[in-house]
């Protein structure tokens, strides 16, 4: 029997969300905007951009794929978002960014990104084993996004489908879109880190411990 099993369970309008039904967590629905996180950011982390071009080949940390021929650096931002450029970005050797968004085209990451990772439009990310992101992680837009290496930090799902095969260390929490729990999900199971369904769908294919389940709407799917 697929599972998810929760350490603490938080109490909504003086229910607990084992009295609700597994499938319908609350008929309302809570949406954080992403520009309501991007405001958060601080304003000098944007001075310095840098645009992916694919010029020369796949490497992240080539210069000649970008436009201006640099590679970002710790403080700036890098942007992916041109689907229709055939060489799309792959972390093979460990990177720093300030932050990173990709709206369109594909980032794959099988080292570590060190960064705030915003997806968007039909940007796709995917963490493969053995790649990690430090940082928060948000995933939005339509095209869906993978993650079986290690989040270091925040998820957020808002939007399209995120696939969880990794581990997540910080708290999880769903505002719109699907998050799917696949075999090797591994979200982070301390009492003092929320899982957080506020919108959207979980859909649990295996079995994940989670620490803290709180929420106010959305959906879980129990698989079988």
Do not use: Y
């Not at 809570?30 to 001075?47: D, K, N, R």
């Not at 229709?84 to 990104?113: C, E, H, K, M, W």
């Not at 915003?118 to 869906?144: D, E, K, Q, R």
């Amino acid at each position: 029997m697929l599972q998810v099993r929760a350490r603490e369970i938080s109490r909504v309008n003086g229910r607990s969300f084992a009295q609700m039904t597994a499938s319908r967590l609350l008929a309302s629905s809570a949406l954080i905007p992403v520009a309501g996180l991007l405001a958060l950011m601080p304003t000098q982390a944007f001075a310095q951009d840098a645009t992916w071009d694919g010029e020369a080949n796949t490497d992240f940390e080539n210069g000649t794929n970008w436009n201006g021929n640099v590679a970002p650096g710790a403080a700036a931002t890098a942007r992916i978002n041109n689907d229709a450029i055939a060489n799309q970005p792959v972390i093979d050797l460990a990177q720093t960014t300030a932050f990173t968004f990709v709206s369109g085209g594909s980032l794959t990451i099988n080292n570590a990104l060190t960064s705030t990772v915003i997806t968007s439009g039909t940007g796709v990310l995917t963490i493969n084993a053995g790649g990690s992101v430090n940082g928060l992680v948000s995933i939005g837009g339509v095209s869906p996004s993978s993650n079986a290496g290690t989040i270091n930090g925040t998820l957020i799902v808002g939007g399209s489908v995120m696939s969880n095969a990794g581990s997540v260390t910080g708290p999880t929490t769903v505002n719109g879109g699907t998050l799917n729990l696949n075999a090797g999900s591994n979200l982070a199971d301390s009492p003092a880190v929320d899982f957080s369904v506020n919108g959207g769908t979980v859909n649990v294919n295996t079995i994940d411990t989670v620490g803290r389940l709180t929420g106010t709407g959305g959906t879980i799917n129990f698989g079988s």
